[in-house]
């Protein structure tokens, strides 16, 4: 069943909290924090620094002159994008999920703050919605930047350009509670069982290049069609990035739900999400230096504490 909570501020880090507490409290040398990073990500490649002059507000070249058009995916699922009072303004869904142009929720906070630093006060800012994996598909965009929990790939930086890191994170690993899959502490306890996850997530790539099960994923075009199957037990784990997980066990599996485990980076590097523009687009380095002046005057960091907890932890899967 899906239902939307509306979660706003210092509640959303309650209800983390609360969901930290719904599976088997681990020991404290098998817990690692999640409390995300800010620091600029080394996995991007390096984009010439703009001058003033290019980055100035009348010298951007847009989709829409005079405003900033930015995307996302429709349904916009919280903590990144919360609903909006009375209901979300169309044509974002009404049902099951946030509504960009409120401001509330992460993402949507990070996005009028990019905003902010590029000139562009809210009224000037448009949103659109387009579905995720079109949003780094190579071709023309009918955004200026497209935010939506997009992780840093050298696959995706093909064929679209990739922003320095906003927020780093680790992929985790959803159940119900009291099933066999709960109890796994390794990548061998899990090897057995079937998985699930959205098509074209880094959820999906986890599950066949580090989980490496001896059953076929099965892939869906939404996490909310995933839960519905993991609710029905038509798969035994789903993964997701680990705030989604404290959000689904949370708000979306009636109780149901408990997070197994987050798995380490891989690699040496930990996953991170990055806005995503048009291949070579030249908004691109000024982007970058609106990240990197959030990170320098603290207000990246206020938004992540506001609307991400920096309290919740998840036992580490073990190779």
């Known amino acids: 069943m899906r239902f939307t909570i509306r979660i706003a501020g210092a509640a959303f880090a309650a209800v983390l909290v609360a969901a930290c507490s719904a599976g088997a409290s681990p020991s404290p040398s098998a817990v690692e924090s999640t409390a995300p990073s800010v620091a600029p990500s080394a996995s991007v490649e ?3 620094s703009p001058t003033a002059d290019a980055c100035a507000k009348d010298s951007l070249t847009l989709v829409s002159a005079g405003k900033l058009t930015i995307g996302t995916d429709n349904p916009a699922y919280a903590p990144y994008f919360l609903p909006k009072d009375g209901g979300n303004t169309p044509p974002w869904d009404t049902e099951f999920s946030g509504d960009p142009t409120t401001g509330t929720g992460f993402e949507s906070a990070i996005a009028y703050a990019v905003a902010d630093k590029l000139g562009f006060t809210k009224d000037e800012v448009a949103w659109t919605p387009v579905k995720f994996d079109n949003s780094y598909a190579p071709g023309p965009k009918p955004f200026d930047f497209y935010l939506a929990q997009v992780s840093y790939t050298p696959e995706r930086a093909q064929a679209a350009d990739l922003s320095d890191g906003y927020f780093f994170l680790n992929q985790s690993l959803v159940a119900v509670g009291g099933s ?25 790539n986890t599950i066949v290049n580090v989980i490496k099960p001896t059953k076929e994923p099965r892939v869906y075009d939404s996490n909310d069609a995933a839960i519905t199957a993991l609710n029905n037990k038509q798969i035994d784990g789903l993964v997701v990035d680990l705030p989604t997980a404290f959000y689904v066990t949370a708000a979306q599996m009636d109780g149901k739900g408990v997070i197994v485990g987050q798995f380490p980076a891989t690699g040496g590097e930990q996953e991170h999400f990055s806005l995503v523009l048009a291949k070579d687009n030249p908004l691109t380095a000024c982007v970058n230096g609106a990240l990197g002046a959030m990170k320098s005057d603290g207000s990246l960091d206020s938004i992540t504490k506001e609307w991400m907890s920096d309290k919740a932890n998840a036992p580490v899967i073990q190779p």
């Open 46 to 48: 390096a984009t010439p």
């Open 180 to 204: 066999p899959i709960a109890k796994a502490k390794s990548l061998a306890d899990l090897a057995s069982f079937q998985f699930g996850a959205q098509a074209g997530t880094t959820s999906y």
